[in-house]
T-cell receptor, first 114, second 112 residues
Framework: DVKVTQSSRYLVKRTGEKVFLECVQD?????MFWYRQDPGLGLRLIYF???????EKGDIPEGYSVSREKKERFSLILESASTNQTSMYLC?????????????FGQGTRLTVV | KQEVTQIPAALSVPEGENLVLNCSFT??????LQWFRQDPGKGLTSLLL?????REQTSGRLNASLDKSSGRSTLYIAASQPGDSATYLC???????????FGSGTKLNVKP
């Protein structure tokens, strides 16, 4: 069974803290993604990576950075957490190319910044 | 930029009804379109993937169709059950780096 695993289901952090969200996939996928999901705004792409050490900005990268040192792991970093980063964060992975590029998602991390 | 729209935003039906969820997108240069299900507070579960060369895909009681030229996809759910209650999202995958763009979803409630 294919799997994308996010390190935490729920996190509560203080304003100004550095926050790490971890995502691991076991499908040998080239592409990995970080989205945030907010009521009324849907899923918005923060960053994605199509290979180890490669990253591309999505639609809302401000206040975030990412790291992909190994193919199976993609980390989202909030350099200095703020209350407007309270959200549901979703990690996904997919195969590169034109066929069989089905995306698989993790269970989500509900982050609250207080 | 690709815009993805889902109609209706919410739908409530009695158990047993057949129903159709709609998804439209503005740019037809897509690899694939994928339908997902999301239960409250959870991640997304993949339901069906339609490749750009295909017209439809079926899985059990679900059937999804794709018309690239008109920028539309439909998800047909046959004989709905209370367990089908969830939010259904469609996503189009662009040629550029396999990026996915999502609609805001249709929240389905199937009443017993």
């Amino acid at each position: 069974d294919v799997k994308v695993t996010q390190s935490s289901r729920y996190l509560v952090k203080r304003t100004g803290e550095k926050v790490f969200l971890e995502c691991v996939q076991d499908m040998d996928h080239e592409n990995m993604f970080w989205y945030r999901q907010d009521p009324g705004l849907g899923l918005r792409l923060i960053y994605f990576s199509y290979d180890v050490k490669m990253k591309e900005k999505g639609d809302i990268p401000e206040g975030y950075s990412v790291s992909r040192e190994k193919k199976e792991r993609f980390s989202l970093i909030l350099e200095s957490a703020s209350t407007n980063q309270t959200s549901m964060y979703l990690c996904a992975s997919s195969k590169n190319g034109q066929e069989n590029t089905e995306a698989f998602f993790g269970q989500g991390t509900r982050l609250t910044v207080v | 930029k690709q815009e993805v729209t889902q109609i209706p935003a919410a739908l409530s039906v009695p158990e047993g009804e057949n129903l159709v969820l709609n998804c439209s997108f503005t740019d037809s240069a897509i690899y694939n379109l994928q339908w997902f299900r999301q239960d409250p507070g959870k991640g997304l579960t993949s339901l069906l993937l339609i490749q750009s060369s295909q017209r439809e895909q079926t899985s059990g009681r679900l059937n999804a169709s794709l018309d690239k030229s008109s920028g539309r996809s439909t998800l047909y759910i046959a004989a709905s059950q209370p367990g089908d209650s969830a939010t259904y999202l469609c996503a189009v995958e662009l040629y550029n780096f396999n990026k996915f763009y999502f609609g805001s979803g249709t929240k389905l409630n199937v009443k017993p």
